[in-house]
């Protein structure tokens, strides 16, 4: 059986997103923290395309859903507009990035 051009066997891969803590990178004193998490983001980005980010503790669901509308409204932004913000362009840290047919956003202090 095909879904979405994928064989159902590879579905339930496809249904599980990588969730990444944050915990461990703010509450980071010898720089492991920060880098366990930066490469779960950079392994996410580039495996997956999307990530769930937990931000227990760090955001109220406010913030939360303010942090969704932007990324939304992002997303929704013209092919034109996202290359002007190219991850090429800046510092390889922060930026887009098309992958395929996706937009990837990154940011990392």
């Known amino acids: 059986m095909i879904l979405d051009n994928l064989s159902v066997d590879s579905a339930p891969q496809l249904c ?3 969730v990444i ?5 703010l509450a980071d004193s ?4 920060r880098l366990s998490t930066s490469a779960a983001l950079h392994a996410a980005c580039r495996e997956f395309g999307f990530f ?4 227990t503790g760090f955001a109220t669901p406010e913030e ?3 942090l969704a509308t932007l990324a939304r409204e992002f997303f929704a ?8 913000i190219h ?6 840290a922060r930026g887009a990035s098309k992958f395929g047919i996706r ?3 990154a940011w990392f202090p």
């Open 16 to 18: 599980s997103l990588p």
């Open 21 to 25: 803590h944050l915990a461990p990178y």
């Open 30 to 33: 010898d720089g492991h923290g």
């Open 52 to 55: 769930y980010l937990d931000l």
């Open 64 to 66: 939360a859903e303010e």
């Open 77 to 84: 932004l013209p092919s034109e507009v996202k290359n002007q």
């Open 87 to 92: 991850l090429g362009l800046q510092d390889n």
């Open 103 to 105: 937009f990837l956003t």
